[in-house]
C-alpha cells in the first residue's frame, strides 16, 4: 500500500490517533486526571486538538479515483467532519459531568478520541474487511465507554448489555460478510456492486449475505427489531457517553448503510425498498409509542432515537439523491438539537447519575434560561418550525412523496410525528407547570452556557437559513451516485 496515498486518506484518522496517544501521556504527567478547573490539561489539550483536526478536515480535497486503501469522496468528508465535531461537542458538553468525578476523566476522552478515528475511517472504507475493522474499534471503545463509571452499577450493567448485542451484530456482520464472498468471489466493495448491478440474476447466497449484513449495521442505528439495546445502555451510560452514543453510534450505521445501499446496491437496492420500508414503519411505531410511558429523560430519548432512526430508514427506503442529502443535512440537525437536551440534563441532574424526569420539573422557575433551551431542544426533535428538526423531516417527506409506493409510510410517518409532539410536549409541561421538586439554584458555568447558546443558535439558523448546509450534504450526496 502506498503510504502517500494511504494518508490522502486517513490523514484525519492519523491525527485522531496520535491526539489519543497524547492524551493518555498528558493524564500520566498531570496526575490520572484528578486536576479540576480551568488547568484540567487533559481537557484542553481534548478540546484543543479535536478543534484543530476538524480545522484539517476543511483543507481534505475529493480525490477522484477510489485508492486501494480507501475513498475520500465528499460523501466521506462530511462525515468525517460530522464525527470529528459530535466528539468536540460532547467533550464541551461533558464537564459539567466530569466536575462531579475524582478520577477517569483522562480515560474518558482518550476513548473517546479513539472511537472518533474509527467512526472516521468507517466514511472511507470501501471493502468488508475494513469496514469490520473499523467497526469493531467503534464498538469496543464505546463497550469500554459504556461501562466507564466503575463505582456506578447502573453503567457495568449498561456495559454488559452492550457487550452482548454488540457480539450478536458483529456476528450478523461477519456471517453476512461470508456469504457476501461465497456469492461474489470478493470483499471489495467495486467487486460486489459489479455483481449486484449486473443484468443476470443475483444469487441467493448474496442476497443472504447482503440480508445479514443490513441486520448487523441495523443493531448500530438502532432500527427495530434490532433496538433492544437502546433504553437500557442509554439509561445506564453515563450522561455524556449516551448523548455520544445517541449521535455518533447512529451515524457509524448510517454512514455504512448509505455506502452500502447507494453505492454498492445501486439500482438493485430497488428490490429492497420493502424491506427497508417495513423497518422504517416498525421503527417508527416502536420509538414513538414506546417514548409515551417513559419516566427517564435518557431512556425517554433512547426511545425518541428510535423513531429518528425510523425517519432515516425511509430515506433509506428512497433510492435518490434527494433522499441521500436529506439524510446528511438530518444527521447535522439531529445532533446539535439531540447535544442540546443532553446538556440540559448534565446540568439539572445535580448527581451524576439522577435523570429522572422530575428534575426538569418547574425547571422554568429554576432557570428561565435552561427551560428555553430544553423547550427549543424538544420542539426541534418534535419537527416544529421554525428549527433544524422540522426541516429534517420534511426534506425526508418530499423526497419519500416521489415514490407512490412509499405513501402509505409517509402518511405514517405524518401521524407519527403528531404522536411525538404530544410526548416532547409533556416535558414542556413538566418544565413549565410542575412544582419543582428540588428548589436550589442551577449553576450553570461561563463554557457551559457558550454552549447552550451555540446550540441554541445553530438550531434555530439551520431552520432559517438551511442552504449552505443543504448544499454541502448535495454535494456529499452527488458523489454516492457517480
Same mark, same amino acid.
Given at each position: ?13 492519523? $491525527? ?31 478540546? +484543543? ?16 479515483? %477510489? ?27 461533558? #464537564? ?7 478520577? +477517569? ?6 476513548? &473517546? ?8 475511517? /468507517? ?26 463509571? @466503575? ?24 456471517? !453476512? ?38 441486520? !448487523?449495521? +441495523? ?9 433492544? $439495546? ?20 447512529? +451515524? ?19 428490490? $429492497? ?31 425518541? *432515537?428510535?423513531? =429518528? ?9 428512497? =433510492?435518490?439523491? @434527494? ?27 445535580? %448527581? ?9 420539573? *418547574? ?38 412523496? =416521489?415514490?407512490?409506493?412509499? &405513501? ?48 441554541? &443558535?445553530?438550531?434555530? @439558523? /439551520? ?8 448544499? #454541502? ?10
Amino acid at each position: 500500500m502506498d503510504t502517500t496515498q494511504f494518508f490522502t486518506v486517513f490523514g484525519t484518522e492519523a $491525527w485522531l490517533g496520535l491526539l489519543a496517544l497524547v492524551l493518555i501521556t498528558v493524564d500520566l504527567v498531570v496526575g490520572r486526571g484528578r486536576l479540576t478547573g480551568p488547568s484540567d490539561m487533559v481537557r484542553l489539550v481534548a478540546m +484543543g486538538g479535536l478543534a484543530l483536526i476538524l480545522l484539517q478536515t476543511f483543507t481534505l480535497e475529493p480525490v477522484a479515483d %477510489t485508492l486501494a486503501c480507501g475513498t475520500l469522496d465528499t460523501f466521506a468528508i462530511f462525515f468525517k467532519r460530522f464525527f470529528v465535531a459530535t466528539a468536540l461537542l460532547t467533550v464541551l458538553i461533558s #464537564a459539567p459531568y466530569e466536575a462531579r468525578l475524582p478520577a +477517569g476523566r483522562g480515560e474518558f476522552l482518550a476513548m &473517546l478520541v479513539f472511537t472518533t478515528m474509527g467512526m472516521s475511517m /468507517l466514511a472511507s472504507v470501501n471493502d468488508f474487511v475494513s469496514l469490520f475493522v473499523s467497526l469493531e474499534l467503534v464498538t469496543v471503545t464505546l463497550f469500554l465507554m459504556t461501562a466507564w463509571r @466503575a463505582g456506578l452499577p447502573r453503567s457495568i450493567e449498561a456495559g454488559i448489555k452492550f457487550v452482548i448485542i454488540g457480539a450478536v451484530a458483529a456476528a450478523f456482520l461477519v456471517y !453476512g460478510t461470508a456469504f457476501v464472498y461465497g456469492g461474489t468471489g470478493s470483499l471489495d466493495f467495486a467487486g460486489v456492486a459489479t455483481v449486484l448491478q449486473s443484468a443476470g440474476p443475483v444469487s441467493a447466497t448474496l442476497k443472504f449475505g447482503m440480508l445479514l449484513v443490513l441486520v !448487523g449495521l +441495523g443493531f448500530k442505528i438502532g432500527a427495530v427489531p434490532f433496538h433492544v $439495546w437502546i433504553p437500557d445502555v442509554y439509561q445506564g451510560a453515563p450522561t455524556p457517553v449516551t448523548a455520544f452514543l445517541s449521535v455518533g453510534s447512529k +451515524g457509524a450505521g448510517v454512514v455504512l448503510l448509505m455506502r452500502l445501499v447507494y453505492t454498492v446496491m445501486g439500482p438493485a437496492a430497488g428490490q $429492497w425498498a420493502t424491506v427497508l420500508a417495513g423497518l422504517a414503519v416498525l421503527t417508527l411505531l416502536m420509538g414513538n409509542l414506546g417514548a409515551i410511558s417513559q419516566t427517564d429523560l435518557k431512556r425517554f430519548l433512547g426511545y425518541s *432515537g428510535i423513531s =429518528h432512526a425510523g425517519f432515516l430508514l425511509l430515506a433509506l427506503a428512497v =433510492h435518490s439523491e @434527494a433522499s441521500a442529502s436529506a439524510m446528511m443535512f438530518y444527521m447535522v440537525a439531529y445532533l446539535f438539537t439531540n447535544m442540546l437536551a443532553f446538556l440540559v440534563i448534565i446540568i439539572v441532574s445535580r %448527581t451524576a447519575d439522577n435523570s429522572h424526569m422530575d428534575r426538569v420539573n *418547574g425547571l422554568a422557575e429554576r432557570s428561565p434560561f435552561l427551560a428555553f433551551a430544553m423547550t427549543v431542544s424538544m420542539l426541534s426533535l418534535a419537527g416544529v418550525p421554525p428549527f433544524s428538526g422540522f426541516f429534517a423531516k420534511f426534506m425526508i417527506l418530499r423526497a419519500a412523496v =416521489h415514490d407512490p409506493s412509499l &405513501l402509505p409510510v409517509v402518511i405514517l410517518s405524518l401521524v407519527m410525528i403528531v404522536v411525538s409532539l404530544y410526548y416532547y410536549l409533556c416535558i414542556l409541561k413538566r418544565i413549565y407547570f410542575r412544582e419543582p421538586k428540588d428548589e436550589s439554584v442551577l449553576e450553570i458555568s461561563g463554557p457551559s452556557r457558550l454552549v447552550l447558546y451555540g446550540a441554541i &443558535l445553530v438550531t434555530f @439558523a /439551520l431552520g432559517v437559513f438551511m442552504n449552505p448546509l443543504v448544499e #454541502a450534504a448535495n454535494t456529499g450526496a452527488r458523489s454516492l451516485f457517480e
